[in-house]
């Protein structure tokens, strides 16, 4: 489910973008820095999943994502936010998001049994068309 609070929480960041600042220039360098950031990190995030506990990585990013979130509230109820606040909170949120991705399917792959992963597999790819 943290996707689709993520989801969510990129809709409103762009909608706020575009509601403060009515630049679409501004909300594409927005959504291009949250891509890319998760396009670079992506790379390297195997690797981190491979040498670290991914239940503690999913824990660690829902609480990052969560911070984040959080400090984007407060700082929204200080007035309006900064045009690098959201840069930033884009950037973050795809390194996040890149490193979570790999640590779910590896903890769906550990949580069920060696003669169901390939079931498990096939069901990946309709987490994302079909949400529970």
């Known amino acids: 489910m943290p996707s689709l609070g993520d989801a969510i929480f990129t809709v409103v960041l762009t909608w706020m973008l575009v509601e403060s600042t009515g630049s ?3 909300v594409g360098t927005y959504l291009f ?3 890319m950031s ?3 990190f992506i790379l390297f995030s195997g690797v981190i999943v491979d040498r670290f506990k991914a239940k503690n990585l999913l ?3 829902d609480w990052i994502r969560g ?3 959080f400090l984007f509230v407060l700082i929204s109820l200080q007035g309006s936010l900064p045009l690098w ?3 930033i909170m884009g950037i973050v949120i795809g390194m996040v998001d890149a490193l979570s ?3 779910e399917i590896t903890c769906r792959i550990q949580i069920v049994e060696k003669n169901t992963t390939v079931n498990l597999s096939a069901f990946l790819p309709l987490q994302h068309k079909y949400p529970p």
């Open 85 to 87: 606040a959201f840069y």
């Open 33 to 35: 820095l949250l891509g």
């Open 38 to 40: 998760k396009f670079i």
């Open 67 to 69: 911070g984040i979130m």
């Open 59 to 61: 824990i660690a990013s």
């Open 101 to 103: 991705e790999p640590a």
């Open 24 to 26: 679409s220039a501004v």
